[in-house]
Protein backbone atom coordinates (compact mmCIF):
# COMPACT_ATOMS: atom_id res chain seq x y z
CA UNK A 1 0.00 0.00 0.00
CA UNK A 2 1.54 3.84 -0.54
CA UNK A 3 -0.33 4.78 2.88
CA UNK A 4 -2.19 3.60 5.80
CA UNK A 5 -3.41 5.91 8.14
CA UNK A 6 -3.97 3.83 11.61
CA UNK A 7 -6.53 4.60 14.16
CA UNK A 8 -9.28 6.70 12.69
CA UNK A 9 -12.33 7.32 14.15
CA UNK A 10 -15.33 7.21 12.09
CA UNK A 11 -18.45 9.14 12.76
CA UNK A 12 -19.88 5.83 13.44
CA UNK A 13 -17.53 5.78 16.37
CA UNK A 14 -15.54 2.78 15.06
CA UNK A 15 -11.82 2.49 15.26
CA UNK A 16 -10.00 1.54 11.93
CA UNK A 17 -7.46 1.52 9.61
CA UNK A 18 -7.55 2.84 6.27
CA UNK A 19 -5.38 1.78 3.63
CA UNK A 20 -4.93 3.75 0.52
CA UNK A 21 -3.41 2.75 -2.92
CA UNK A 22 -2.96 4.58 -6.21
CA UNK A 23 -5.08 7.39 -4.86
CA UNK A 24 -8.54 5.12 -3.14
CA UNK A 25 -9.61 3.78 -0.18
CA UNK A 26 -8.33 -0.21 -0.37
CA UNK A 27 -8.86 -1.18 3.12
CA UNK A 28 -11.33 -0.23 6.00
CA UNK A 29 -10.31 -2.69 8.90
CA UNK A 30 -9.46 -2.85 12.19
CA UNK A 31 -5.24 -3.64 12.69
CA UNK A 32 -4.37 -3.85 8.80
CA UNK A 33 -1.47 -6.27 8.89
CA UNK A 34 0.52 -5.21 6.08
CA UNK A 35 3.21 -2.12 5.86
CA UNK A 36 2.57 1.20 3.57
CA UNK A 37 5.38 3.45 2.29
CA UNK A 38 4.01 5.91 4.53
CA UNK A 39 1.93 5.46 8.18
CA UNK A 40 0.12 7.92 10.33
CA UNK A 41 -1.17 7.58 13.32
CA UNK A 42 -5.34 9.40 13.88
CA UNK A 43 -4.80 8.67 17.01
CA UNK A 44 -8.33 7.69 17.58
CA UNK A 45 -9.07 11.52 16.02
CA UNK A 46 -12.23 11.65 14.22
CA UNK A 47 -11.65 10.63 10.56
CA UNK A 48 -13.88 11.77 7.84
CA UNK A 49 -14.15 12.55 3.91
CA UNK A 50 -12.86 15.75 2.96
CA UNK A 51 -14.83 18.68 3.03
CA UNK A 52 -16.68 19.96 -0.50
CA UNK A 53 -16.95 23.76 -0.45
CA UNK A 54 -19.63 24.14 -3.66
CA UNK A 55 -19.67 27.80 -3.74
CA UNK A 56 -16.84 30.57 -3.13
CA UNK A 57 -17.09 33.88 -5.50
CA UNK A 58 -12.95 33.52 -5.84
CA UNK A 59 -11.82 36.43 -7.82
CA UNK A 60 -13.14 39.08 -5.22
CA UNK A 61 -11.60 37.42 -2.48
CA UNK A 62 -9.07 39.84 -0.60
CA UNK A 63 -10.54 43.53 -2.45
CA UNK A 64 -9.32 45.42 -0.14
CA UNK A 65 -5.68 44.65 -1.03
CA UNK A 66 -6.87 46.62 -4.27
CA UNK A 67 -9.28 49.32 -2.61
CA UNK A 68 -6.65 50.55 -0.66
CA UNK A 69 -5.00 51.41 -3.89
CA UNK A 70 -7.44 53.47 -4.60
CA UNK A 71 -7.77 57.29 -4.39
CA UNK A 72 -9.37 58.45 -1.03
CA UNK A 73 -12.54 59.48 -2.38
CA UNK A 74 -13.01 56.06 -3.99
CA UNK A 75 -12.24 54.13 -0.77
CA UNK A 76 -14.75 56.50 0.71
CA UNK A 77 -17.87 55.02 -1.24
CA UNK A 78 -20.37 53.12 -0.09
CA UNK A 79 -18.39 48.94 -0.88
CA UNK A 80 -21.06 48.27 -3.65
CA UNK A 81 -20.27 51.18 -5.57
CA UNK A 82 -16.52 51.17 -5.10
CA UNK A 83 -16.61 47.22 -6.48
CA UNK A 84 -16.35 48.40 -9.68
CA UNK A 85 -13.54 50.51 -9.32
CA UNK A 86 -12.12 47.62 -7.59
CA UNK A 87 -12.71 45.35 -10.79
CA UNK A 88 -11.55 47.44 -13.34
CA UNK A 89 -7.96 46.59 -11.48
CA UNK A 90 -8.45 43.07 -11.60
CA UNK A 91 -5.52 41.60 -14.18
CA UNK A 92 -4.90 37.69 -14.75
CA UNK A 93 -2.12 37.83 -12.29
CA UNK A 94 -3.70 39.75 -9.70
CA UNK A 95 -6.44 37.63 -9.50
CA UNK A 96 -4.32 34.22 -10.16
CA UNK A 97 -2.27 35.56 -6.92
CA UNK A 98 -5.51 36.17 -4.48
CA UNK A 99 -6.96 33.15 -5.58
CA UNK A 100 -3.78 31.05 -5.20
CA UNK A 101 -4.05 31.90 -1.17
CA UNK A 102 -7.47 31.24 -0.85
CA UNK A 103 -6.61 27.85 -2.45
CA UNK A 104 -3.58 27.00 0.07
CA UNK A 105 -6.29 27.56 3.04
CA UNK A 106 -8.83 25.50 1.23
CA UNK A 107 -6.09 22.52 1.37
CA UNK A 108 -4.99 23.77 5.08
CA UNK A 109 -8.51 23.21 6.29
CA UNK A 110 -9.39 19.93 4.46
CA UNK A 111 -10.91 20.69 1.32
CA UNK A 112 -10.68 18.50 -1.80
CA UNK A 113 -13.26 20.06 -4.00
CA UNK A 114 -14.14 23.52 -4.62
CA UNK A 115 -16.60 25.59 -7.20
CA UNK A 116 -15.04 29.02 -7.73
CA UNK A 117 -17.29 31.66 -8.99
CA UNK A 118 -16.20 34.08 -11.90
CA UNK A 119 -17.64 37.54 -12.37
CA UNK A 120 -18.19 38.15 -15.86
CA UNK A 121 -19.08 41.57 -16.80
CA UNK A 122 -18.41 45.08 -18.39
CA UNK A 123 -16.02 45.72 -15.47
CA UNK A 124 -13.77 42.88 -15.51
CA UNK A 125 -14.82 41.31 -18.59
CA UNK A 126 -13.06 37.85 -18.67
CA UNK A 127 -10.48 38.69 -16.64
CA UNK A 128 -11.53 36.77 -13.68
CA UNK A 129 -12.50 33.88 -15.99
CA UNK A 130 -9.08 33.35 -16.98
CA UNK A 131 -7.15 34.00 -13.72
CA UNK A 132 -9.61 31.07 -12.45
CA UNK A 133 -8.45 29.00 -15.53
CA UNK A 134 -4.34 29.16 -14.60
CA UNK A 135 -6.08 28.21 -10.90
CA UNK A 136 -7.44 25.07 -12.19
CA UNK A 137 -4.40 24.39 -14.03
CA UNK A 138 -2.67 24.74 -11.09
CA UNK A 139 -4.80 22.41 -8.35
CA UNK A 140 -6.38 19.84 -10.75
CA UNK A 141 -3.72 17.43 -9.37
CA UNK A 142 -4.76 17.75 -6.01
CA UNK A 143 -8.35 18.38 -5.90
CA UNK A 144 -11.23 19.08 -7.82
CA UNK A 145 -11.74 22.45 -9.11
CA UNK A 146 -15.05 23.81 -10.93
CA UNK A 147 -15.39 27.46 -12.69
CA UNK A 148 -18.60 29.22 -12.65
CA UNK A 149 -19.35 31.88 -15.02
CA UNK A 150 -21.30 34.48 -12.80
CA UNK A 151 -22.96 37.55 -14.65
CA UNK A 152 -22.84 39.48 -11.30
CA UNK A 153 -24.15 42.49 -13.33
CA UNK A 154 -27.45 40.87 -15.18
CA UNK A 155 -27.94 40.15 -18.76
CA UNK A 156 -29.52 43.38 -18.73
CA UNK A 157 -25.92 44.77 -18.95
CA UNK A 158 -24.53 45.25 -22.42
CA UNK A 159 -22.52 42.42 -23.97
CA UNK A 160 -23.05 39.89 -20.77
CA UNK A 161 -24.47 37.26 -22.67
CA UNK A 162 -21.66 37.50 -25.32
CA UNK A 163 -19.65 37.07 -23.11
CA UNK A 164 -21.16 34.32 -21.06
CA UNK A 165 -20.92 32.79 -24.29
CA UNK A 166 -17.34 33.19 -24.14
CA UNK A 167 -16.56 31.77 -21.22
CA UNK A 168 -18.31 28.68 -21.64
CA UNK A 169 -15.68 28.29 -25.09
CA UNK A 170 -12.90 28.82 -22.84
CA UNK A 171 -13.63 26.13 -20.03
CA UNK A 172 -16.17 27.39 -17.73
CA UNK A 173 -17.49 24.68 -16.08
CA UNK A 174 -20.52 26.01 -15.07
CA UNK A 175 -23.71 28.18 -16.10
CA UNK A 176 -24.52 30.96 -13.02
CA UNK A 177 -27.11 33.42 -12.80
CA UNK A 178 -28.28 35.85 -10.51
CA UNK A 179 -32.09 36.85 -11.35
CA UNK A 180 -33.40 38.36 -8.22
CA UNK A 181 -31.26 41.42 -9.22
CA UNK A 182 -33.30 42.70 -12.03
CA UNK A 183 -36.04 44.60 -12.46
CA UNK A 184 -38.68 44.30 -12.74
CA UNK A 185 -40.39 40.32 -12.54
CA UNK A 186 -40.11 40.22 -16.46
CA UNK A 187 -36.36 41.15 -16.72
CA UNK A 188 -36.09 38.30 -13.93
CA UNK A 189 -37.64 36.07 -16.32
CA UNK A 190 -35.63 36.51 -19.11
CA UNK A 191 -32.26 36.39 -17.05
CA UNK A 192 -33.25 32.79 -16.17
CA UNK A 193 -34.21 31.62 -19.70
CA UNK A 194 -30.83 32.97 -20.90
CA UNK A 195 -29.41 30.85 -18.40
CA UNK A 196 -31.45 27.88 -19.24
CA UNK A 197 -30.18 28.61 -22.99
CA UNK A 198 -26.85 28.60 -22.60
CA UNK A 199 -26.50 25.56 -20.32
CA UNK A 200 -28.50 23.66 -23.08
CA UNK A 201 -26.62 24.76 -25.56
CA UNK A 202 -22.96 23.68 -23.87
CA UNK A 203 -24.49 20.98 -21.68
CA UNK A 204 -23.79 22.42 -18.12
CA UNK A 205 -25.36 22.80 -14.96
CA UNK A 206 -26.86 25.79 -13.10
CA UNK A 207 -26.25 27.55 -9.98
CA UNK A 208 -28.06 30.31 -9.33
CA UNK A 209 -28.17 33.17 -6.46
CA UNK A 210 -31.94 33.40 -5.84
CA UNK A 211 -33.62 36.20 -3.36
CA UNK A 212 -30.82 36.97 -1.51
CA UNK A 213 -32.92 40.04 0.30
CA UNK A 214 -35.42 39.68 3.31
CA UNK A 215 -38.58 40.91 0.83
CA UNK A 216 -41.47 38.74 0.43
CA UNK A 217 -42.00 40.07 -3.13
CA UNK A 218 -38.60 38.95 -4.37
CA UNK A 219 -39.35 35.47 -5.90
CA UNK A 220 -37.27 34.66 -8.72
CA UNK A 221 -36.54 31.07 -6.74
CA UNK A 222 -39.90 29.81 -8.14
CA UNK A 223 -39.60 30.64 -11.60
CA UNK A 224 -35.95 28.75 -11.34
CA UNK A 225 -37.52 25.45 -10.12
CA UNK A 226 -40.59 25.43 -12.81
CA UNK A 227 -38.00 26.41 -15.55
CA UNK A 228 -35.63 23.10 -14.34
CA UNK A 229 -38.50 21.13 -14.70
CA UNK A 230 -39.62 22.96 -18.00
CA UNK A 231 -36.44 21.96 -19.28
CA UNK A 232 -35.45 18.31 -17.69
CA UNK A 233 -32.26 19.79 -16.04
CA UNK A 234 -33.33 17.15 -12.48
CA UNK A 235 -30.73 17.15 -10.08
CA UNK A 236 -28.59 19.51 -12.40
CA UNK A 237 -29.62 23.43 -10.72
CA UNK A 238 -28.65 24.68 -7.27
CA UNK A 239 -30.03 28.39 -5.81
CA UNK A 240 -27.87 29.94 -3.12
CA UNK A 241 -29.24 32.15 -0.36
CA UNK A 242 -33.13 31.86 -1.07
CA UNK A 243 -33.68 34.38 1.98
CA UNK A 244 -36.68 35.60 0.75
CA UNK A 245 -38.42 32.32 0.86
CA UNK A 246 -38.39 32.89 5.10
CA UNK A 247 -40.12 36.09 4.47
CA UNK A 248 -43.08 34.51 2.26
CA UNK A 249 -46.64 33.26 3.54
CA UNK A 250 -46.15 29.49 5.05
CA UNK A 251 -48.79 28.42 2.18
CA UNK A 252 -47.06 29.96 -0.82
CA UNK A 253 -43.17 28.80 0.79
CA UNK A 254 -44.81 25.30 1.12
CA UNK A 255 -45.84 25.42 -2.30
CA UNK A 256 -41.95 26.93 -3.59
CA UNK A 257 -40.62 24.57 -1.35
CA UNK A 258 -42.33 20.95 -3.35
CA UNK A 259 -41.58 22.93 -6.58
CA UNK A 260 -38.00 23.00 -5.93
CA UNK A 261 -38.29 19.44 -4.44
CA UNK A 262 -39.82 18.23 -7.33
CA UNK A 263 -37.03 19.79 -9.81
CA UNK A 264 -34.21 18.17 -7.63
CA UNK A 265 -32.79 21.29 -6.79
CA UNK A 266 -30.15 21.94 -4.30
CA UNK A 267 -30.16 24.73 -1.68
CA UNK A 268 -26.60 26.72 -0.56
CA UNK A 269 -27.65 28.69 2.52
CA UNK A 270 -24.72 30.93 3.34
CA UNK A 271 -25.63 31.53 6.50
CA UNK A 272 -22.84 33.70 7.92
CA UNK A 273 -22.67 35.64 4.77
CA UNK A 274 -26.73 36.15 5.37
CA UNK A 275 -26.41 37.38 8.73
CA UNK A 276 -24.00 40.17 7.71
CA UNK A 277 -24.34 41.24 3.80
CA UNK A 278 -26.57 43.78 3.18
CA UNK A 279 -26.86 47.36 4.60
CA UNK A 280 -28.88 47.31 8.64
CA UNK A 281 -31.76 49.91 9.07
CA UNK A 282 -30.40 52.25 11.70
CA UNK A 283 -32.69 50.79 13.97
CA UNK A 284 -33.74 47.29 15.40
CA UNK A 285 -34.92 45.06 14.36
CA UNK A 286 -32.47 43.93 11.84
CA UNK A 287 -35.01 42.16 9.14
CA UNK A 288 -31.61 39.32 8.46
CA UNK A 289 -31.94 35.80 8.21
CA UNK A 290 -31.25 32.71 6.44
CA UNK A 291 -33.89 30.31 4.67
CA UNK A 292 -36.31 27.85 5.91
CA UNK A 293 -33.48 25.37 6.03
CA UNK A 294 -35.01 22.70 8.58
CA UNK A 295 -37.96 22.92 6.44
CA UNK A 296 -36.42 22.62 3.04
CA UNK A 297 -34.90 19.36 4.85
CA UNK A 298 -37.69 17.75 6.69
CA UNK A 299 -39.11 18.47 2.25
CA UNK A 300 -36.32 16.57 1.24
CA UNK A 301 -34.31 19.12 -0.30
CA UNK A 302 -30.90 18.88 0.14
CA UNK A 303 -29.26 21.71 1.56
CA UNK A 304 -25.28 22.65 1.55
CA UNK A 305 -23.68 25.49 3.08
CA UNK A 306 -20.30 27.04 1.74
CA UNK A 307 -17.71 29.74 2.05
CA UNK A 308 -19.12 31.83 -0.69
CA UNK A 309 -17.07 34.90 0.19
CA UNK A 310 -14.03 35.68 1.55
CA UNK A 311 -12.95 39.95 2.74
CA UNK A 312 -15.00 41.74 -0.20
CA UNK A 313 -17.82 43.84 -0.41
CA UNK A 314 -20.47 41.15 0.42
CA UNK A 315 -18.50 39.69 3.71
CA UNK A 316 -15.64 40.58 5.46
CA UNK A 317 -14.46 38.14 6.90
CA UNK A 318 -13.42 34.04 6.24
CA UNK A 319 -10.91 31.83 6.15
CA UNK A 320 -12.08 29.37 3.57
CA UNK A 321 -12.70 26.62 6.59
CA UNK A 322 -16.22 25.02 6.05
CA UNK A 323 -15.66 23.58 9.65
CA UNK A 324 -15.96 27.61 10.82
CA UNK A 325 -19.24 27.52 8.15
CA UNK A 326 -21.09 24.53 9.91
CA UNK A 327 -20.66 26.30 13.26
CA UNK A 328 -22.66 29.03 11.84
CA UNK A 329 -25.26 27.01 10.39
CA UNK A 330 -25.45 24.90 13.36
CA UNK A 331 -26.40 28.54 15.42
CA UNK A 332 -28.34 30.19 12.48
CA UNK A 333 -30.46 26.67 11.88
CA UNK A 334 -30.56 25.62 15.56
CA UNK A 335 -28.82 22.40 14.81
CA UNK A 336 -28.02 22.47 18.53
CA UNK A 337 -29.91 19.96 21.02
CA UNK A 338 -30.31 16.14 20.60
CA UNK A 339 -27.63 15.49 18.18
CA UNK A 340 -28.98 17.55 15.56
CA UNK A 341 -25.41 18.75 14.96
CA UNK A 342 -25.39 15.73 12.68
CA UNK A 343 -27.99 17.35 10.42
CA UNK A 344 -25.17 20.24 9.65
CA UNK A 345 -22.33 17.45 8.64
CA UNK A 346 -23.40 16.36 5.22
CA UNK A 347 -24.08 20.11 4.36
CA UNK A 348 -20.35 20.37 3.85
CA UNK A 349 -19.63 17.11 2.54
CA UNK A 350 -22.18 14.49 0.75
CA UNK A 351 -24.53 17.23 -0.19
CA UNK A 352 -22.12 19.26 -2.35
CA UNK A 353 -20.33 16.47 -3.60
CA UNK A 354 -23.18 15.14 -5.25
CA UNK A 355 -23.93 18.73 -6.35
CA UNK A 356 -20.07 18.29 -8.55
CA UNK A 357 -20.78 15.28 -9.86
CA UNK A 358 -18.04 13.48 -7.01
CA UNK A 359 -19.34 9.96 -7.89
CA UNK A 360 -16.18 8.74 -6.15
CA UNK A 361 -16.26 10.36 -2.78
CA UNK A 362 -16.89 9.09 0.77
CA UNK A 363 -15.07 6.93 3.22
CA UNK A 364 -15.44 3.43 1.84
CA UNK A 365 -13.50 0.78 -0.07
CA UNK A 366 -13.25 2.30 -3.55
CA UNK A 367 -13.95 5.93 -3.09
CA UNK A 368 -11.11 8.28 -3.71
CA UNK A 369 -8.70 8.83 -0.92
CA UNK A 370 -9.57 12.52 0.18
CA UNK A 371 -9.43 12.61 4.34
CA UNK A 372 -9.34 14.77 6.90
CA UNK A 373 -8.36 14.02 10.39
CA UNK A 374 -9.66 16.72 12.46
CA UNK A 375 -8.13 16.88 16.39
CA UNK A 376 -11.98 15.85 17.82
CA UNK A 377 -13.22 12.88 19.19
CA UNK A 378 -16.48 13.26 17.55
CA UNK A 379 -18.46 15.60 15.29
CA UNK A 380 -19.85 17.78 18.11
CA UNK A 381 -16.27 18.02 19.64
CA UNK A 382 -15.15 19.21 15.98
CA UNK A 383 -17.76 22.06 15.61
CA UNK A 384 -17.67 23.27 19.20
CA UNK A 385 -14.12 23.42 19.75
CA UNK A 386 -13.42 24.28 15.70
CA UNK A 387 -10.77 21.59 15.40
CA UNK A 388 -7.49 21.35 13.98
CA UNK A 389 -6.74 19.79 11.06
CA UNK A 390 -4.42 17.31 12.04
CA UNK A 391 -4.27 15.92 8.31
CA UNK A 392 -5.36 16.53 5.33
CA UNK A 393 -4.76 13.73 3.02
CA UNK A 394 -5.96 14.36 -0.84
CA UNK A 395 -5.70 11.81 -4.10
CA UNK A 396 -3.89 9.42 -1.56
CA UNK A 397 -1.31 11.21 -0.46
CA UNK A 398 -0.50 14.06 2.77
CA UNK A 399 -1.45 17.26 1.53
CA UNK A 400 -1.41 19.42 5.00
CA UNK A 401 -1.04 18.82 8.69
CA UNK A 402 -1.71 21.06 11.89
CA UNK A 403 0.07 20.18 15.37
CA UNK A 404 -0.44 22.86 17.64
CA UNK A 405 1.30 22.97 21.26
CA UNK A 406 -0.45 24.88 24.13
CA UNK A 407 1.50 25.05 27.44
CA UNK A 408 -0.27 26.71 30.32
CA UNK A 409 1.98 27.99 33.02
CA UNK A 410 -0.02 27.92 36.84
CA UNK A 411 2.94 27.63 39.27
CA UNK A 412 4.46 30.99 38.34
CA UNK A 413 7.16 32.48 41.00
Known sequence: ????????????????????????IVALETGISATAAQELDAGERLTLPAFVNGQLHACKSFWRRLLHTLPDA????????AAA???????????????????????LNGTCAIRLFADVDADSGLTALEGLLRIREKYSPLMTVQIVAFPQDGFAAPGTESLMRQALEMGADVVGGI????????AQRRHTDACFALAQAYDRDLHFVCDDVADPQSRSLAYVAQQTLAHNFHGRVSATQCAALAFYPDDYAAKVIDTVAAAGMTIFSNSHVSLIATDFPPQQPWPRGITRVR??????????????????????FGRNDLLEVAQFMAHNGQFAWNGEVDRV???????????LGLDDYGLQIGAAANLLVLNAADWHEAIQFQADKRFVILRGKLAAQTERRNEIFTNRQ
Open 1 to 24: MDLILRRARLQSGDVVDIGVMDGR
Open 74 to 81: VRALPRFE
Open 85 to 107: YVKRLYTVEDVFARVDETMRLAI
Open 179 to 186: PWIEDPAE
Open 295 to 316: QLLDRGVPVACAQDDIDNWFYP
Open 345 to 355: LPMITTTPARV
